[in-house]
């Protein structure tokens, strides 16, 4: 047994036209299957609030509604209703129209598409997370009417074409004999109802363009290129319909100390060859404070040092990624003669060859060996 209609909506029986378009909205939005993927209960709650609300929002079926109830409101269930062998499938495949000849009853409020916006952040900001604003240009509910496209103090009227029913029907020959097509009804838009008295403001379509600071929650450990959905806060759709998503893509700019690599993070860290070979405590950068890591004695070029814990939080929450330090040799390409004779003494003592000096040096550094 359906439920009343008034209850499904939330809303008292004596409740205005306002009060059942802004009751519908807030839960179409709860229960879209887009917002909702997979969840049957929630698709069929949608399916239950979207017959209420084009029930009581028009004021003709709204009245034979309270009058008659819910067969009075459909104008009773004639020859034809349902699909009881499973035809109409295949006659609107190939004639566009029912097996039986049923009508479909006019469409719902439309759903306006979905939008996409991109922001820019930090290395930090995607790794720790934050509430980014913007602003976006989008079609935003008309205040003059509140979104329906009728001018304050009317309503929409019955469509004088299909009679209401949101389509247009025609019967034609075939060689299966009489076939019935039906298509929407195009004065109303396949809607069943049309505005005779269009907003001044927004001329009917019930949304305007303007300028709208959005603020989004990034989650801590985004990463480039995702995606993230704010359901129900895109465009606004025309006439009351329900609003589409808006889609943000995060780009995150790169950071000249820290490179991303998943959850961790990659440093090169310079050292000099004394460094290397003697060993040093050098600093390097995190995503909070700057740090020391030792560096061991011996270290070869392109050793990794890590730092666990110091990387990029886990978008699942689960914990932070590691900091990475690959140590880089650096070689100097210019040695004063003081230099290049401490490391020609220090080649002799390891019996490694190495390019004979030039003369200047060769003699400093016979000297130093006396």
């Known amino acids: 047994?359906?439920?009343?209609?008034?209850?499904?909506?939330?809303?008292?029986?004596?409740?205005?036209?306002?009060?059942?378009?802004?009751?519908?909205?807030?839960?179409?939005?709860?229960?879209?299957?887009?917002?909702?993927?997979?969840?049957?209960?929630?698709?069929?709650?949608?399916?239950?609030?979207?017959?209420a609300y084009e029930t009581l929002c028009d004021p003709e079926r709204r009245r034979r509604y309270d009058t008659f109830g819910e067969t009075g409101a459909r104008g009773g269930a004639g020859p034809g209703a349902g699909d009881p062998f499973g035809f109409g499938g295949i006659f609107d495949a190939f004639f566009g129209g029912d097996a039986f000849g049923a009508r479909r009853?006019?469409?719902?409020?439309?759903?306006?598409?979905?939008?996409?916006?991109?922001?820019?952040?930090?290395?930090?900001?995607?790794?720790?997370?934050?509430?980014?604003?913007?602003?976006?240009?989008?079609?935003?509910?008309?205040?003059?009417?509140?979104?329906?496209?009728?001018?304050?103090?009317?309503?929409?009227?019955?469509?004088?074409v299909c009679d209401g029913a949101g389509e247009v029907r025609q019967v034609r020959r075939s060689i299966l004999g009489q076939v019935v097509t039906a298509s929407p009804c195009g004065a109303c838009r396949g809607r069943g109802a049309r505005i005779l008295s269009p907003c001044r403001e927004c001329r009917g379509d019930g949304r305007?363009?303007?300028?709208?600071?959005?603020?989004?929650?990034?989650?801590?450990?985004?990463?480039?290129?995702?995606?993230?959905?704010?359901?129900?806060?895109?465009?606004?759709?025309p006439q009351g319909g329900v609003p589409g998503d808006l889609y943000v893509t995060v780009r995150v700019a790169a950071d000249p100390e820290l490179a991303r690599d998943g959850d961790n993070l990659v440093h090169v860290a310079r050292v000099s060859i004394a460094q290397a070979a003697l060993g040093a405590v050098v600093e390097v950068p995190t995503l909070e404070e700057p740090t020391e890591v030792t560096v061991a004695p011996g270290t070869q070029p392109g050793d990794v040092l890590k730092l666990k814990g110091q990387g990029v939080p886990s978008l699942r929450g689960r914990g932070r990624g590691d900091l990475l330090v690959e140590v880089a040799v650096e070689v100097p390409r210019e040695l004063s003669d003081e230099e290049a004779t401490l490391l020609h003494q220090l080649a002799e003592l390891r019996g490694e060859a190495i390019t004979a000096p030039e003369r200047g040096v060769l003699n400093r550094l016979r000297s130093a060996l006396k």
């Open 1 to 51: 047994m359906s439920r009343d209609y008034y209850e499904v909506l939330g809303v008292t029986r004596n409740a205005t036209d306002r009060e059942i378009k802004q009751a519908y909205r807030e839960l179409a939005r709860r229960y879209h299957p887009d917002s909702q993927p997979g969840d049957h209960d929630a698709e069929d709650r949608f399916k239950e609030v979207s017959v």
């Open 105 to 160: 009853g006019p469409r719902g409020p439309e759903r306006a598409p979905d939008a996409e916006a991109v922001v820019q952040l930090s290395l930090r900001q995607a790794a720790f997370g934050t509430t980014h604003s913007f602003t976006a240009h989008l079609p935003v509910a008309c205040t003059r009417c509140d979104g329906s496209g009728c001018e304050p103090g009317t309503h929409p009227s019955r469509c004088d």
């Open 208 to 237: 305007v363009g303007s300028e709208r600071m959005i603020e989004v929650e990034v989650p801590a450990g985004v990463d480039d290129g995702q995606r993230l959905r704010l359901a129900g806060r895109g465009p606004a759709a």
